[in-house]
């Protein structure tokens, strides 16, 4: 049915998101944003922290700076250093998928190159990607628009209409389906709600559920 699957990282990969989040929500409020958890998970999960630069910029009153940005990359990198874990299953999902796809897999995500490698290397994942790992930030638009997941679907040299996507956020299920893809939703906890009104494929609540 598929002849490549294109697995986003964050919250499908590793489990991340509360750590990055948490970091992004202190140094917002560092900056003058008193802009709660909640608020904060709401308004970033699943897009990158400068496609909301105005919006930072008109809450804080200050530039959004690369000094500003460094600081904030190098504490999320170390808290995730600390803290990071797998998502429970993944190891053995991400390898059956391997396999029924003949190795044809990558990894797509929204966040910077960098902290993607960091990540999978840190989980022991890297393996499986190689050098298929691709990031919104090296392209002309990320997430929700497509060019990540056209990116890797042409790297593997496979029509993204033949492409599985696994995606945990509504902007990642948005470039997904931009792209022509099959979009498979995954949600940890709660009954996927955040693909509500999108034509995802089917929603799962755990990597044992992940199978070709």
Not at 12 to 18: G, I, Q
Not at 165 to 194: K, M, N, S
């Amino acid at each position: 049915m598929f002849e490549a699957v294109l697995f986003d990282c964050d919250g499908v990969l590793v489990d991340s998101e509360p750590i990055t989040n948490g970091v992004l929500r202190e140094v917002l409020n560092e900056a003058g944003w008193a802009i709660t958890q909640p608020e904060c998970e709401a308004l970033f999960i699943g897009r990158a922290v400068r496609d909301l630069q105005s919006r930072i910029e008109a809450e804080t009153g200050r530039p959004l700076t690369d000094a500003w940005m460094r600081d904030f990359y190098a504490r999320r990198n170390a808290r995730l250093m600390a803290e990071l874990k797998a998502i429970d299953g993944v190891h053995e999902a991400v390898a059956q998928l391997h396999a029924s796809v003949g190795g044809r897999i990558a990894c797509a995500s929204g966040a910077d190159r960098p902290k993607v490698v960091m990540q999978l290397d840190m989980v022991g994942l890297a393996p499986f990607f190689g050098d298929a790992i691709f990031s919104g930030h090296d392209l002309p638009r990320s997430k929700p628009h497509p060019d990540v997941y056209l990116a890797a679907a042409a790297h593997l040299g496979v029509d993204p209409r033949r492409c599985l996507v696994i995606e945990d956020t509504a902007p990642g299920a948005q470039a997904g389906l931009a792209a022509g893809a099959t979009v498979w939703g995954f949600c940890a906890q709660g009954h996927g709600r955040a693909f509500d009104g999108l034509p995802v494929a089917r929603v799962f609540h755990h990597m044992r559920e992940l199978r070709l």
